[in-house]
Nanobody, 116 residues
Framework: QVQLVESGGGLVQPGGSLTLSCAASKSIFSFAAMRWYRQVPGKQLELVAA???????NYADSVKGRFTISRDNAENTVYLQMNNLKPEDTAIYYC??????????WGQGSQVTVSS
């Protein structure tokens, strides 16, 4: 089992920045992939950003150039740096990891609200 604890959500004005953190209970070297998803109530879960264990990344078109996924191996933490935030970025954000062969694990979710 892997526990993922998220932090860093909150209220920010349009154009502002936030960084989400996802602290893992096990070494992130054991993860095949790390992802950030978001969900707006009543809408489907959306994959925002992903990073493989080799460090390759990909992003949803809606966040390219504004969001960055990164990791700190020493702290076993995955980050999502969000810049130039827009009201449509308002959602609950979840971190997610694959740890073969144990399975797929989720954080508890962090609310991000972008509003003036």
């Amino acid at each position: 089992q892997v526990q993922l604890v998220e932090s860093g959500g909150g209220l920010v004005q349009p154009g502002g920045s936030l960084t989400l953190s996802c602290a893992a209970s096990k070494s992130i070297f054991s993860f095949a992939a790390m992802r950030w998803y978001r969900q707006v109530p009543g809408k489907q879960l959306e994959l925002v950003a992903a990073m493989s264990n080799t460090g390759s990344t990909n992003y949803a078109d809606s966040v390219k150039g504004r969001f960055t996924i990164s990791r700190d191996n020493a702290e076993n933490t995955v980050y999502l740096q969000m810049n130039n935030l827009k009201p449509e970025d308002t959602a609950i954000y979840y971190c997610n990891v694959d740890q073969p062969p144990s399975g797929n694990f989720w954080g508890q979710g962090s609310q991000v609200t972008v509003s003036s």
